[in-house]
């Protein structure tokens, strides 16, 4: 089970770090990524991390900007958000993906990211 916080509202240019705390022993063997469904849009992957946290995966638009890492010991991923801009608002959801597997099959709950102008 997966559950993700951090979500609120901050100011465009301002930052948020978002979490992913997992519950389970098998954690450090589950890539997990961050997806963003905007209003009206798709859910699309915004970044990723292996299992291990050797391989991470940014999406374009958020480059140089988010961060995600991961701590296996506290069972917990983590997406820094810096310079936050109106596209970025949205439904934040992380996910989990067996190491072995390519397929999203754990879900959290999901975090709402609000950015004013």
């Known amino acids: 089970q997966l559950q993700a916080c951090g979500g609120g509202l901050v100011q465009a240019g301002g930052s948020l770090r978002l979490s992913c705390t997992a519950s389970g022993r098998a954690f450090s063997s589950y890539n997990v990524g961050w997806f963003r469904q905007a209003p009206g849009k798709e859910r699309a992957l915004v970044a990723a991390?292996?299992?291990?946290?050797?391989?991470?995966y940014h999406t374009d638009s958020v480059k140089r900007r988010f961060t995600i890492s991961r701590d296996n010991a506290k069972n917990t991923v983590y997406l820094q958000m810096n310079v936050l801009n109106a596209e970025d608002a949205g439904v934040y959801y992380c996910a989990a993906a067996h190491r072995d597997s390519s397929t999203y099959g754990h879900w959290g709950q999901g975090t709402q990211v609000t950015v004013s102008s």
């Open positions: 991390i292996g299992w291990s946290g050797s391989t991470t």
